[in-house]
């Protein structure tokens, strides 16, 4: 019986590797890897072939505690993720992986197939004979393989000879991907507790792999330091909602420095006397009723002039108002809409009318020694005057009527700031470094809670609803929750008696005076509890502009659980998300082992500026993202003749 020639295993590889690179030549996709290099599985044809056939000599079996461990070493530890981007190895792989083992036969269904009935007549499993031309009379002698290797040649060749199936490298179904596409590597360890939600790309939407939460006030950083042209010595600090707006007084140049939401300068006021040290702005309150004509204006405490500068929307000085002696603090009242303002050297309160800025009856009202700072309670219209000598609070109800005088107030108390997220009165006595929580219906002391050195000011961030104690001494915030549990020496830069949070931008502000700046203090990009990659936000801009098909993705994860949620989110121009979800579970890798998914998914999708891959990732556990993919260059993909015009016209 004549026996169907078959065309050679070199031949077929031979033709295979010069049309994939003609093809390449060809091709306007640009190869790209960026850390590692690429497989190299493709060596001399008659060694792999018979490699494949496993005519050399191997361990008859591997044993599977040695499998196991050599698993581990290719892919990691339980403990710690290698650098999986270049474990296909060839030589290593096939050592590790083949021969796989022959299954099991009964004695009857043994050499069934030519093959084996040539090992039987003509080898041995320890030694095989060649028996390619052992029967010249009886096999028919192999053409001699052509020297042309052209397109007709290849189809001439298809056709003389019936191709069969061969054997693949590895075990591994993957393998031809991970040899002949370029691939990245992104590596993600969440170092906290907690389970994190990421995202990966989304470029054009500026997202970030996992920003801070708002509790996450160790991520606090100086996201500007805004120098105050023409003002020195700046002191309080409000923000003003009708505008949006930070209002700054700076006391040594009789001016007020406006600066919007994006840290942007926006005027300079000067006030009356021009002067310089004649004015003395210090501290400031803004109108915060919507419905009130008077909506927006700023009230500023001139403590050298004994006056209170209003500041219109159009950044105009409105009126100058008349105080007692020394007027160092400002407060509206959002229930009365009144301003009080507190007089050092008179020891007393002036009362205003916010909308005609006239006196009221029964002001000015009587204090303790040296009141220093002033607090409303916004839900009941209570007014809290910081006697600084006295050691005390003076009480008085909305209707100005004094309720009481709360003794015991540690060591020159400065400042009072209600807390909404607890509905107390926290009052700051500087040199008790000390803060005094004062229930708001009892006006008695709840709790006395320690501070940084020298605390003055304080103020209510409404992102993550705790209270900002500013320490002059050493530069820090005392952070207390609404539980009263705190959180203890925080630096960004110098701290003085300004201070406010801006809910428009989520911004905490702070005067520098010895810089003549304001910082504005925001947040990190991404959590410092989660560590990536550095070279991840390079490879992310370079996909937004030259976007990537996916091939194939692998996810190896340390630790048991996997990752959850998997979702392929698109963003549509119209600003709405298309989102695909991705069970993990249906890719769990053959490698039992080990926590590997081969997500085949997301093969066929694009990685650009306008998708995101969205996952949680448990926590103290870390994945290693590999990516097979081809990238295109924009320009390849515009009509040449446009981009020809184009770039002619460019070079005129």
């Known amino acids: 019986m004549r026996r169907t020639a078959h065309i050679g295993f070199s031949l077929a590889e031979k033709l295979k590797a010069f049309f994939s690179e003609k093809k390449k030549s060809e091709s306007p996709m640009v190869e790209k890897t ?118 007709a040649a290849y189809q001439d060749s298809l056709n003389r000879y019936k191709l069969r199936d061969t054997t693949s490298y590895s075990a591994n179904p993957f393998s031809d991907i991970y040899r002949d596409f370029p691939k990245l590597q992104i590596t993600l360890s969440n170092n906290s507790t907690e389970e994190k939600d990421i995202q990966l790309w989304g470029a054009s939407k500026h997202l970030s792999i996992n920003p801070p939460l708002p509790q996450d006030v160790q991520d606090h950083t100086v996201s500007a330091s805004i120098t105050i042209p023409g003002g020195v010595y700046p002191q309080g600090i409000a923000v003003n909602p009708a505008n949006q707006c930070i209002y700054i007084a700076d006391q040594l140049s009789g001016t007020v420095t406006v600066i919007d939401s994006n840290n942007q300068f926006a005027a300079l006021i000067q006030l009356e006397p021009t002067f310089p040290g ?54 509206y009242n959002p229930v009365n809409h009144f301003i009080y303002v507190a007089n050092l050297v008179s020891d007393t309160v002036s009362v205003f009318d916010a909308e005609t800025f006239a006196e009221v009856a029964l002001s000015p009202l009587a204090t303790g020694n040296d009141p220093i700072g002033v607090g409303v309670n916004p839900i009941n219209g209570e007014v809290y005057v910081a006697n600084s000598l006295g050691n005390s609070l003076t009480v008085y109800s909305s209707d100005n009527t004094l309720l009481t005088t709360i003794a015991g107030i ?63 001494g050493d530069n820090t915030f005392t952070i207390i929750l609404p539980d009263n549990s705190q959180i203890d020496g925080l630096s960004f830069g110098g701290q003085n008696i300004g201070g406010a949070f801006n809910s428009f931008n989520n911004f905490i502000y702070v005067s520098d005076t010895a810089n003549n700046s304001i910082n504005a203090i925001g947040y990190l990009e991404e959590s410092s509890l989660l560590s990536f990659s550095p070279d991840y936000a390079e490879i992310r801009e370079d996909l937004k502009n030259s976007p990537a098909i996916v091939e194939h993705v692998k996810f190896v994860v340390t630790g048991q659980e996997r990752l959850n949620s998997f979702r392929l989110n698109k963003f549509t121009p119209t600003g709405r998300v298309h989102s695909v979800p991705i069970s993990f579970e249906q890719f769990a890798s053959p490698q039992n082992t080990l926590n590997v998914a081969e997500v085949t998914a997301l093969a066929g999708t694009i990685i650009d500026g306008k998708m995101n891959w969205f996952f949680k990732l448990p926590g103290l556990h870390t994945v290693s993202i590999l990516v097979w993919f081809r990238q295109f260059e924009t320009r390849s993909i515009l009509p040449f003749s446009n981009y020809q015009s184009t770039n002619k016209t460019q070079k005129s």
């Not at 290099?37 to 494949?52: C, H, K, M």
């Not at 909506?295 to 100058?320: E, Q, R």
């Not at 040199?431 to 605390?455: C, D, F, M, W």
């Not at 000011?457 to 609803?465: D, I, L, P, Q, W």
């Open 410 to 472: 540690g060591q020159y108390p400065v400042s009072v700031t209600y807390n909404p997220s607890n509905n107390c009165m926290y009052a700051v006595a500087a040199n008790s470094n000390r803060v005094y929580q004062i229930e708001a219906g009892s006006h008695t002391i709840l709790s006395s809670l320690a501070t940084g050195n020298k605390p003055y000011n304080s103020f209510f961030n409404s992102y993550n609803n705790y209270l900002y104690v500013q320490n002059r």
């Open 34 to 151: 960026y850390e590692g290099t690429d497989d190299q599985f493709f060596e001399a044809t008659n060694s792999n072939l018979r490699t494949i056939l496993k005519l050399d000599d191997q361990p008859e079996q591997i044993e599977k505690t040695e499998r196991y461990k050599k698993d581990l070493k290719r892919y990691g530890t339980r403990s710690k993720v290698i650098d999986v981007a270049d474990d296909a190895i060839q030589k290593k792989r096939i050592k590790e992986i083949l021969p796989l083992k022959e299954p099991a036969k009964n004695a009857s269904e043994k050499f069934d197939t030519p093959y084996e009935k040539d090992l039987k007549r003509y080898g041995t499993m320890q030694r095989v004979i060649d028996v390619a031309n052992d029967d010249p009379k009886r096999k028919k002698k192999l053409n001699t393989l052509p020297k042309d290797f052209s397109k």
């Open 278 to 331: 004649f004015t003395s702005p210090v501290a400031l309150a803004v109108n915060t009723t919507p419905t009130s004509e008077k909506y927006g204006y700023v009230y500023v405490a001139c403590s050298v002039s004994n006056t209170i500068a209003v500041i219109d929307l159009s950044f105009h000085v409105a009126a100058y108002i008349n105080t007692g002696k020394r007027p160092l603090a400002v407060a």
